[in-house]
């Protein structure tokens, strides 16, 4: 009689925990309650989940089991990737653009256009794909031309770099009828030579191209009732002696009230291999020796 009250008693107790069991605990509140120490599940499932329907496991605050469908979000914030994983975010963000260069920089995850050639870069285009700048504007004065040289390369053209020449001086005829070199009585004032290209009486090409050449000659008018012929030239070419290219001739009048002048001008375009040389002449014609005329030589190149 007594057994049996015992097992009446555990089978009452039995039914009234039924619905909660606990390991370390007498006072279970989940139907598995762990009061301390590990869980482990030997020979769990090796098989792989299935998307879409398979859930994660996850444990809340109170270390009650739950599952949750897995969600992972990346986004891109200011040049960092974010993974965010059932509303998780991972940190650190992980950087997707560092940096860029070659005439690129990147600013917060944005590729930008501007900033120093790290190399030789080439932008080829072709008569369909062309190359256009939009809204450019107008300069209020004159800064420089940009340019392109026999390599396609673009370069700035200033009034510094650009090819000029101006040199002033005279020449004095030993004797008629013999043209010579506007450096026989000395060497010409430059009063400008951009380039370093103009040397005694001979201006070296430092680039091909074409160069307009202006050779202006004042010759001394007589006072004493005779004429004579003024003459110029304009040599170009191959150097150091350039062969004969243009020329041109003046008769000068004897002066009638005062000893006056007469200008010849001489203006023409050369075309010029780098290296190349033009040189000027002067000569007269049926006149007394001893005459000396000034001159003016202005070369710059057009191309």
Same mark, same amino acid.
């Given at each position: 009689?007594?057994?049996?009250?015992?097992?009446?008693?555990?089978?009452?107790?039995?039914?009234?925990?039924?619905?909660?069991?606990?390991?370390?605990?007498?006072?279970?509140?989940?139907?598995?309650?762990?009061?301390?120490?590990?869980?482990?599940?030997?020979?769990?499932?090796?098989?792989?989940?299935?998307?879409?329907?398979?859930?994660?496991?996850?444990?809340?605050?109170?270390?009650?089991?739950?599952?949750?469908?897995?969600?992972?979000?990346?986004?891109?914030?200011?040049?960092? &990737?974010? $993974?965010?994983?059932?509303? &998780?975010?991972?940190?650190?963000?992980?950087?997707? &653009?560092?940096?860029?260069? +070659?005439?690129?920089?990147?600013?917060?995850?944005?590729?930008? &256009?501007?900033?120093?050639?790290?190399?030789?870069?080439?932008?080829?285009? @072709?008569?369909?794909?062309?190359?256009?700048? $939009?809204?450019?504007?107008?300069?209020?004065?004159?800064?420089?031309?940009?340019?392109?040289?026999?390599? $396609?390369?673009?370069?700035?053209?200033?009034?510094?770099?650009?090819?000029?020449?101006?040199?002033?001086?005279?020449?004095?005829?030993? @004797?008629?009828?013999?043209?010579?070199?506007? +450096?026989?009585?000395?060497?010409?004032?430059?009063?400008?030579?951009?380039?370093?290209?103009?040397?005694?009486?001979?201006?070296?090409?430092?680039?091909?191209?074409?160069?307009?050449?202006?050779?202006?000659?004042?010759?001394?008018?007589?006072?004493?009732?005779?004429?004579?012929?003024?003459?110029?030239?304009?040599?170009?070419?191959?150097?150091?002696?350039?062969?004969?290219?243009?020329?041109?001739?003046?008769?000068?009048?004897?002066?009638?009230?005062?000893?006056?002048?007469?200008?010849?001008?001489?203006?023409?375009?050369?075309?010029?291999?780098?290296?190349?040389?033009?040189?000027?002449?002067?000569?007269?014609?049926?006149?007394?020796?001893?005459?000396?005329?000034?001159?003016?030589?202005?070369?710059?190149?057009?191309?």
């Amino acid at each position: 009689m007594r057994l049996i009250l015992i097992l009446i008693l555990m089978l009452v107790k039995s039914i009234s925990f039924a619905q909660n069991t606990g390991i370390g605990t007498v006072t279970p509140t989940e139907k598995l309650d762990v009061a301390a120490g590990n869980v482990r599940i030997r020979n769990i499932g090796t098989s792989p989940g299935v998307a879409g329907t398979d859930k994660t496991v996850v444990a809340d605050a109170n270390g009650v089991l739950k599952t949750v469908t897995t969600t992972n979000i990346l986004t891109a914030v200011n040049g960092n &990737l974010i $993974s965010t994983v059932n509303g &998780l975010a991972s940190t650190p963000a992980v950087p997707i &653009l560092t940096t860029a260069s +070659n005439g690129l920089n990147a600013v917060a995850g944005d590729v930008r &256009l501007g900033g120093t050639l790290s190399a030789p870069t080439t932008i080829a285009t @072709s008569a369909a794909n062309t190359l256009a700048i $939009s809204g450019l504007q107008g300069a209020t004065s004159s800064v420089g031309t940009v340019v392109v040289d026999a390599s $396609s390369v673009l370069k700035l053209k200033t009034a510094a770099s650009v090819s000029a020449v101006r040199v002033t001086g005279n020449v004095t005829f030993v @004797s008629d009828n013999q043209f010579y070199y506007t +450096n026989n009585n000395g060497a010409g004032t430059e009063t400008f030579d951009n380039l370093n290209e103009f040397t005694s009486a001979t201006f070296t090409a430092a680039q091909t191209g074409l160069y307009q050449v202006s050779f202006s000659v004042n010759f001394p008018q007589p006072n004493n009732g005779t004429t004579y012929l003024g003459r110029a030239r304009i040599l170009a070419g191959t150097g150091p002696i350039a062969p004969y290219y243009s020329g041109g001739n003046t008769k000068i009048s004897a002066a009638v009230v005062s000893v006056s002048n007469d200008i010849l001008n001489i203006t023409d375009v050369v075309k010029l291999n780098a290296g190349q040389v033009i040189q000027c002449q002067v000569a007269t014609w049926q006149s007394a020796n001893g005459r000396t005329a000034n001159y003016i030589i202005n070369i710059s190149r057009v191309d």
